[in-house]
C-alpha cells in the first residue's frame, strides 16, 4: 500500500476538482425544473449547502452528497477527509447527521483491495466520529478513485440557517483557517513536510458539529461552509442569495502558516484561478493587493470551515461556541451592508 500514490490517479483534488463555478452556473441554468412540492424548504435556488424538506412542525430532513478524488495519498486520511467534508454540509444547514450512504467509484485494475478497504475504514471512522451508521452505498469501478458520502441529518425548520437570510449589519465569523488548497498543490509537488501535513489532516478531518449550536442562538442569520469555491466564493452565495455587499478585512482572515507562505512564493491549485475568472468581477481588491492573497482568496478548501453571519450582538457569543468546541482560530473577518452583491477586501 505505501507504494501507491491515490494522488497520482486525480486531475484535481479535493473540493479543487469541482466544476468551476461559472460553468456550474451555465449547466444548472439549462437544467430544467423538477416539481417543487410545498414541503421542500430549501432547493438549488440560492446554492445552499443542502435540500431540506419539512417533514412535520418540528422536524424537516436534510440531504447532501459530496464526493471528490484523491486530495491525499494515504487512503486512510482520503476516506476521513471526503467524509468530514460530506457531513458538514448537514452541520452548515444547523442540523445534526442521521445516517450516511457511501459513494464509492475506484479503478480496481490499479488499486488492490487493501487500499480501497483503506478508504472505506477512513470514511467509517468519521461516521462513528459525528455518531451515524454507514447504512448502504453504491460502487462502481472508474477511472479516477472518488469517494464521498450521501448525509442525511434532521433539523428544527424554524432552526434551518439558509444563504438567502443574512441580513445587512451582521458580521462575518470564519470557522478554521485557509490554505488547504495551497497545501495540497505543495502535496502533489512533494514539497509538504510533516508538520505541514498534519495542520492539513487537522483541518480537514475537523468536524463542523457546532453547526447546530449556532443554529440555536437567536441572531445566528445564515451559515455555509467555505469549500471549492474558496472563501471570496461561498461568501458571494451569501451575498447574492441575501442580496447585501460584504466588506471584509484580509489581516483578520485566519490562514494556516504553512500555506501562506507557499502561496508567497506563487504556488497555488488550478481551480484559484478558474475560481477568480468565474466571479472575480464581483470582488474589490486594493490596488496594491498582492497575488498571494487572492490566491488564498480563492484557494478551494476541502472540508473548510464555517462562515456565519450574526447580528453583531451575538458575535461574541458565537465565537464562545467555536472556541469551546476546539475552532480555536475562529474569528470575525468583516461584516454585511446594504448594496449590491459584491465582496470588498481591504
Same mark, same amino acid.
Given at each position: 500500500?505505501?507504494?501507491?500514490?491515490?494522488?497520482?490517479?486525480s486531475?484535481?483534488?479535493?473540493?479543487?476538482?469541482?466544476?468551476?463555478?461559472?460553468?456550474?452556473?451555465?449547466?444548472?441554468?439549462?437544467?430544467?425544473?423538477?416539481?417543487?412540492?410545498?414541503?421542500?424548504?430549501?432547493?438549488?435556488?440560492?446554492?445552499?449547502?443542502?435540500?431540506?424538506?419539512?417533514?412535520?412542525?418540528?422536524?424537516?430532513?436534510?440531504?447532501?452528497?459530496?464526493?471528490?478524488?484523491?486530495?491525499?495519498?494515504?487512503?486512510?486520511?482520503?476516506?476521513?477527509?471526503?467524509?468530514?467534508?460530506?457531513?458538514?454540509?448537514?452541520?452548515?444547514?444547523?442540523?445534526?447527521?442521521?445516517?450516511?450512504?457511501?459513494?464509492?467509484?475506484?479503478?480496481?485494475?490499479?488499486?488492490?483491495?487493501?487500499?480501497?478497504?483503506?478508504?472505506?475504514?477512513?470514511?467509517?471512522?468519521?461516521c462513528?466520529?459525528?455518531?451515524?451508521?454507514?447504512?448502504?452505498?453504491?460502487?462502481?469501478?472508474?477511472? /479516477?478513485?472518488?469517494?464521498?458520502?450521501?448525509?442525511?441529518?434532521?433539523?428544527?425548520?424554524?432552526?434551518?440557517?439558509?444563504?438567502?437570510?443574512?441580513?445587512?449589519?451582521?458580521?462575518?465569523?470564519?470557522?478554521?483557517?485557509?490554505?488547504?488548497?495551497?497545501?495540497?498543490?505543495?502535496?502533489?509537488?512533494?514539497?509538504?513536510?510533516?508538520?505541514?501535513?498534519?495542520?492539513?489532516?487537522?483541518?480537514?478531518?475537523?468536524?463542523?458539529?457546532?453547526?447546530?449550536?449556532?443554529?440555536?442562538?437567536?441572531?445566528?442569520?445564515?451559515?455555509?461552509?467555505?469549500?471549492?469555491?474558496?472563501?471570496?466564493?461561498h461568501?458571494? /452565495?451569501i451575498?447574492?442569495?441575501?442580496?447585501?455587499?460584504?466588506?471584509? /478585512?484580509?489581516?483578520?482572515i485566519?490562514?494556516?502558516?504553512?500555506?501562506?507562505?507557499?502561496?508567497?512564493?506563487?504556488?497555488?491549485?488550478?481551480?484559484?484561478?478558474?475560481?477568480?475568472?468565474?466571479?472575480?468581477?464581483?470582488?474589490?481588491?486594493?490596488?496594491?493587493?498582492?497575488?498571494?492573497?487572492?490566491?488564498?482568496?480563492?484557494?478551494?478548501?476541502?472540508?473548510?470551515?464555517?462562515?456565519?453571519?450574526?447580528?453583531?450582538?451575538?458575535?461574541?457569543?458565537?465565537?464562545?461556541?467555536f472556541?469551546?468546541?476546539?475552532?480555536?482560530?475562529?474569528?470575525?473577518i468583516?461584516?454585511?451592508?446594504?448594496?449590491?452583491?459584491?465582496?470588498s477586501?481591504?
Amino acid at each position: 500500500m505505501e507504494e501507491v500514490r491515490l494522488t497520482r490517479f486525480s486531475h484535481g483534488g479535493g473540493c479543487g476538482c469541482k466544476i468551476a463555478p461559472g460553468i456550474l452556473a451555465d449547466i444548472l441554468a439549462r437544467a430544467p425544473q423538477g416539481l417543487i412540492p410545498p414541503e421542500l424548504m430549501v432547493g438549488i435556488e440560492t446554492s445552499d449547502d443542502a435540500a431540506v424538506y419539512r417533514l412535520n412542525e418540528t422536524q424537516a430532513l436534510i440531504a447532501t452528497t459530496d464526493f471528490f478524488t484523491p486530495i491525499v495519498d494515504d487512503p486512510y486520511d482520503f476516506g476521513r477527509i471526503a467524509a468530514t467534508n460530506a457531513i458538514s454540509d448537514v452541520y452548515a444547514m444547523g442540523g445534526t447527521p442521521i445516517m450516511a450512504l457511501a459513494i464509492v467509484g475506484m479503478p480496481l485494475d490499479k488499486l488492490p483491495p487493501e487500499v480501497i478497504g483503506k478508504v472505506l475504514e477512513g470514511g467509517a471512522s468519521i461516521c462513528r466520529e459525528a455518531g451515524i451508521p454507514i447504512a448502504g452505498g453504491h460502487s462502481i469501478d472508474v477511472l /479516477e478513485p472518488i469517494y464521498g458520502l450521501v448525509a442525511l441529518g434532521l433539523v428544527d425548520p424554524g432552526k434551518v440557517r439558509r444563504n438567502a437570510d443574512a441580513q445587512a449589519g451582521d458580521a462575518l465569523i470564519l470557522g478554521k483557517p485557509l490554505g488547504v488548497g495551497v497545501l495540497s498543490a505543495a502535496l502533489k509537488k512533494e514539497r509538504l513536510d510533516a508538520a505541514g501535513y498534519a495542520e492539513m489532516i487537522r483541518y480537514t478531518t475537523q468536524l463542523n458539529r457546532v453547526g447546530p449550536l449556532l443554529a440555536a442562538l437567536d441572531g445566528v442569520h445564515a451559515i455555509t461552509d467555505v469549500t471549492g469555491f474558496g472563501l471570496a466564493g461561498h461568501l458571494l /452565495e451569501i451575498c447574492r442569495g441575501s442580496q447585501l455587499a460584504a466588506m471584509i /478585512e484580509f489581516p483578520r482572515i485566519p490562514r494556516i502558516a504553512a500555506a501562506e507562505v507557499f502561496a508567497r512564493e506563487g504556488l497555488r491549485t488550478g481551480a484559484s484561478p478558474r475560481n477568480w475568472k468565474a466571479y472575480g468581477q464581483d470582488v474589490r481588491l486594493p490596488v496594491d493587493c498582492p497575488d498571494w492573497q487572492q490566491t488564498l482568496l480563492t484557494d478551494p478548501q476541502t472540508s473548510g470551515g464555517l462562515l456565519v453571519s450574526c447580528a453583531p450582538s451575538v458575535a461574541d457569543a458565537a465565537l464562545r461556541v467555536f472556541h469551546d468546541n476546539g475552532f480555536e482560530v475562529a474569528s470575525v473577518i468583516g461584516h454585511l451592508v446594504n448594496g449590491a452583491p459584491e465582496l470588498s477586501v481591504s
